[in-house]
């Protein structure tokens, strides 16, 4: 059974970097053909798909947040990371981290955190 969980700070002051870092257990994040995405969803709104990093250490991102968006990895802690820098109210929302698969299903979600931006 994969597990993921979230962590990192709730509450980020604007123009900052936000970091959040997912701990995966039950499987390898190198283990080949799947992604490990990062997902958000602010208040009242839809989820929001922020980018991932794949098993090869390859990673996509969304076009809206590429030009601040970082996500990297630590194979031997099996945890990834996603930075999101010069961040604004409209990047409160709750993250998550998740898993998806070749057929790009996400079959593992973490429980989301909460992150505000406020000052």
């Known amino acids: 059974q994969v597990q993921l969980q979230e962590s990192g700070p709730g509450l980020v002051k604007p123009s900052q970097t936000l970091s959040l870092t997912c701990t995966v257990s039950g499987g390898s994040i190198t283990t080949n053909w799947y992604f490990w995405s990062w997902i958000r969803q602010p208040p009242g709104k839809g989820l929001e798909w922020i980018g991932y990093?794949?098993?090869?250490?390859?990673?996509y991102y969304s076009p809206s947040l590429k030009s601040r968006t970082s996500i990297s990895r630590d194979t031997s802690k099996n945890q990834f990371t996603l930075q999101l820098w010069s961040v604004t109210p409209e990047d409160t929302a709750v993250y998550y981290c998740?898993?998806?698969?070749?057929?790009?299903?996400?079959?593992?979600w973490g429980q989301g955190t909460q992150v505000t931006v406020s000052s």
């Open positions: 998740a898993r998806e698969d070749l057929g790009h299903v996400n079959d593992y």
């Open positions: 990093m794949a098993f090869d250490g390859r990673t």
